[in-house]
Nanobody
């Protein structure tokens, strides 16, 4: 059974870069057909998809966040990473990594709280 685990700082200062890593165990991130995404949930808001990287390494981003977002992967470590630049308090949220297949979120990490504050 696949497991996903987010890791990274819980506190980021405004204008800095938020960096999170998702470590995947139980399956390879290179399995054909899988996509590996980052989503977040802010207080009082719904779930927001941030972006994804495919099993072949192709990224895709939410248009409104595209200019600030990079998602990459390290197949040797079976990890994928989110970088969100120039953060503001509006980026405060619980961040989740997910495994996607056939346009559905099929596996989730437990989530990690990230607060943007000086």
């Amino acid at each position: 059974q696949v497991q996903l685990q987010e890791s990274g700082p819980g506190l980021v200062k405004p204008s800095q870069t938020l960096s999170l890593t998702c470590t995947v165990s139980g399956d390879s991130i290179t399995i054909e057909g899988d996509w590996w995404s980052w989503v977040r949930q802010s207080p009082g808001k719904g779930l927001e998809w941030i972006g994804t990287v495919s099993y072949s390494g192709a990224p895709a981003y939410r248009p409104i966040l595209k200019s600030r977002t990079s998602i990459s992967r390290d197949t040797t470590k079976n990890q994928f990473t989110l970088q969100l630049r120039s953060v503001t308090p509006e980026d405060t949220a619980i961040y989740y990594c997910t495994r996607d297949r056939d346009y559905a979120f099929v596996s989730w990490g437990q989530g990690t709280q990230v607060t943007v504050s000086s």
